[in-house]
């Protein structure tokens, strides 16, 4: 069965020490392919040269929300420079987060970074997005607490011809009619597996097959321990990290969830991938 993870960051720290046993993983278990997302410009080389050592490996550079504050003047041109150097590369992740505007500046998830207003973030993502349409790369968006704001912008922006991906979407299954019609795709994590989520299982089971991706948003949303085949340890802020090759039990729940044989779920998820990626 051949397995597609539409979302992850293989490069980050927590999984450096682990790539060439994660890499004999996905080999086993039979990934054919993987987008791996850098998320602010010092990323966008590192992802770039990963191909080279792990073939599976699909690049895509963009600017997340949580670094849009603290860009350099010259990223956009940056972005596009990186985009062209690599054909193969799609854009993202970009997007929009409202939850982060809520942190405060001594928060270690920021660092004390920057946090640029929703208003910034929405320039950068229309930015990015107008870059993905020229140059007719897909776009991974993140959105969190923000999907009103997605949506508008979504609307006045130039959008790529092939699609973009919400991962690991959290919004409602009204808004995703909307999204759908304009060219959305939808991956599914294991974030879903969590009591509290209950909305996103029910939202899944309503997205149309031509529509799903799966994805594992490595090293973090890890599977509850009883699903967890690979355990990694924890990252240092006390987290389980998420082994990529969960992206089985990922298709494996999702298949549960919709009531579809694995099988089938994953011939249509590699249609939905190729048609998007490819």
Not at 22 to 36: F, S, T
Not at 141 to 162: D, E, F, M, N, Y
Not at 261 to 267: I, R
Request: aromatic share 8%; glycine share 6%; hydrophobic share 45%.
């Amino acid at each position: 069965m051949k397995l597609y993870d539409a979302h992850n960051h293989f490069h980050f720290e927590p999984l450096a020490a682990h790539r060439a046993a994660i890499d004999a993983e996905l080999r086993a278990i039979g990934l054919c392919a993987a987008v791996v997302n850098g998320t602010c410009e010092e990323e966008w080389p590192v992802v770039a040269a990963l191909p080279d050592t792990y073939p599976w490996v699909r690049p895509s550079f963009g600017l997340h929300p949580w670094d849009c504050g603290n860009r350099s003047p010259r990223w956009l041109e940056k972005l596009r420079a990186s985009l062209l150097a690599t054909p193969s590369a799609a854009v993202g992740e970009i997007g929009l987060d409202r939850f982060i505007l809520g942190l405060k500046p001594d928060d270690p998830r920021i660092c004390g970074a920057r946090v640029a207003p929703l208003g910034e973030q929405c320039e950068a993502c229309a930015a990015q997005l107008a870059l993905a349409a020229e140059l007719e790369r897909p776009a991974a968006i993140h959105c969190v607490q923000a999907h009103g704001a997605l949506l508008a912008l979504l609307k006045s922006t130039p959008l790529p011809r092939r699609g973009f991906l919400l991962h690991g979407y959290r919004g409602s299954a009204e808004m995703m009619k909307s999204y759908a019609d304009l060219g959305a795709y939808f991956s599914w994590n294991l974030e879903g597996l969590a009591p509290r989520a209950e909305a996103m299982r029910e939202v899944f089971r309503l997205i149309p097959a031509d529509r799903l991706l799966v994805e594992t948003d490595a090293p973090t949303k890890a599977p509850p321990p009883d699903l967890n085949r690979l355990p990694l340890g924890d990252a240092p802020d006390g987290t389980p990290i998420n082994h990529p090759a969960n992206i089985r039990v990922a298709y494996e729940t999702l298949a549960k969830l919709r009531g579809d044989p694995l099988e089938s779920l994953a011939a249509r998820v590699e249609q939905n991938f190729r048609r998007l990626f490819s």
